[in-house]
């Protein structure tokens, strides 16, 4: 019974050398693991943002194939040119509205494009 006995005590898993460096080794495997959960939640979050700009994309190809369909009749043809270039079909009539707070704005910018002896001139015709 006493062999038995000293056998278990210079067991080599035992000793505190070996237990120090096993538990050097598990205290670095976690903090591998905790690196990884800090990347896999990164990862996470630049998909979601990823899959929203996909989601956005999409609405917008949606959006645009629908312009170019709208483009390829004679009435979306019309519309369009109206919009951006404000013209009127022969016999029509065309009203625009000027704000006044704008047509002052726009009065004063163009005084302000003619330079110092322009100013000047405009002194002496006063």
Known sequence: MSEFNRKNTNNFWH???VLIVLF???V???YN???LIEKERETANKKNIILSNIETLRNREKSLSLDIEKLKTEEGIEETIRDKYQVVKEGEK???IVDE???ESIVLGEENKHGFIEW???IFKN
């Open 15 to 17: 000793s505190p050398l």
């Open 120 to 122: 000047i001139k405009g």
């Open 33 to 35: 693991i905790i690196g």
């Open 24 to 26: 050097c080794i598990l």
């Open 101 to 103: 707070e704008k047509k």
């Open 28 to 30: 670095l495997f976690m």
């Open 94 to 96: 065309m009203v625009v």
